[in-house]
């Protein structure tokens, strides 16, 4: 994983008055050739996202142009569906051009670095995870307003993750170590400061003969059904506790580094996702693990550490954000069964923690890359950063976002390549971002401290003033 400095850090380069929401045009890369994707998921992608045939058949020399929204509201009223509404493919067409860049409003302001942002599943809570022991589970249908203020327990370095569990009874927190705490968020009390106002659970991660720090969990997941949590760690493993039982119920020696992000692939929560420092994806197939001992498949094509992957929630799509300053899209399809030893592609010393990524390893290509796309602009430096899809219900999942080193936040369309948007208004860099399950918002949260709120086309509240001086600077142990 990599360390930084343990403090709330602005980057020098960015001065106080800037403040701009999109960047300039002529700073948007143009795709390459490789994500001009004839892919069976751009095919998917487009129909999930597309107006409804007969439609376009109102153009039919024209196919290339969007279909208007005053033509597709005649259509609707028409009944050319057949069902006297959209269809969901109509909808995200509609939704999928108006993308969150309006803003921000500041929703919350703290004196340390924000590690996580992420929406419920139905949108309605906002949880954000800071350096300095806090969580915030905020009400995003009242205002924003804090619901739950949590104060963790056997803080280690940083919160690491967090997960809401599908109810969004609970919620699961981990740090740099095997101990991953549970806390009942639907209780009333406002504060919940661990085991001094509130009880928050341990779940042991490590085994009866290992030592108490023995390792650190980066990634921690719900399963959909809300019985069983999945882990990665710092001791190259992945972990499956199950919560009915309260006890590890499987661990797998998955890689030969960091284990940075895990996944479950869809809703059966049987194939699992894994990203590591061995700069592979692996795919792991918990009903034919215990009589193989092996994954399903393997995916190459990153030339360093994986930090952070993202289902499409299919059971066969996935991206992964590298620090080769690049984001992937995998088709476990195309999977093999080893790694090919690829000796001599690297000939530079490099380390993200501290220093900038080389210029001559930028268009260096693996050459065994698996990948369905690549997707190149933001930079992964210093931290895990996180990419995403766009939701499903809204745009299709027509895009992919991620944070970045460069303090911005980036959109990029899924099929095409080309970078759409890219979000400016953080001092520092930007770890993670989350985007509204059905509403034209996003969240983004960054290690200057803020929890900023981007939104299209504004829902007519008057924003929150950003505050431009510089949070003093703390060290937190």
Known sequence: MGYALSRLEIDPEFSDNESSPVGDDNDTPQPSSENNLEHEVAQLTKLRSAPHKRLKQVLPRRQDFPVSPVKMLAGREGNYSGRGRFTSADRCHLLNKYLPVKGPSIVDQLTTRAYVSQFSADGSLFVAAFQGSHIKVYNAEKGWKVQKNIVAKSLRW????????????????ATMSPIVNIVNIGSAATESHANVTEIHEALEFSGDDEGGYSFGIFSVKFSNDGRELVAGSSDDSIYVYDLEANRLSLRIQAHTSDVNSVCFADEASHLIYSGSDDNLCKVWDRR??????????????????ITYLDSRGDGRYFISNGKDQTIKLWDIRKMSMNATRTPGFRNYEWDYRWM????????????????????????????????????????????????SHDSCVYIYDLVSGAQVARLMHHKSTVRDCSWHPHYPMLVSSSFDGDIAKWEFPGNGETPIPVNNRRPRRRHFD
């Open 288 to 305: 034919c693990f215990r009589s193989k001992g092996k994954p399903a498949g393997i995916l190459m094509g990153h030339l360093e550490g």
């Open 356 to 403: 900038d990524y080389p210029l001559r390893a930028r268009d260096v290509k693996h050459p065994s890359d698996q990948s369905v796309a690549t997707y190149k602009g933001h930079s992964v430096l210093r931290t895990l950063i996180r990419c995403h899809f766009s939701p499903e219900y809204s745009t299709g999942q027509k895009y992919i976002y991620t944070g």
């Open 158 to 173: 940083t919160i690491t993750d967090t997960s809401l569990s599908p109810d969004k009874r609970f919620l699961v927190y």
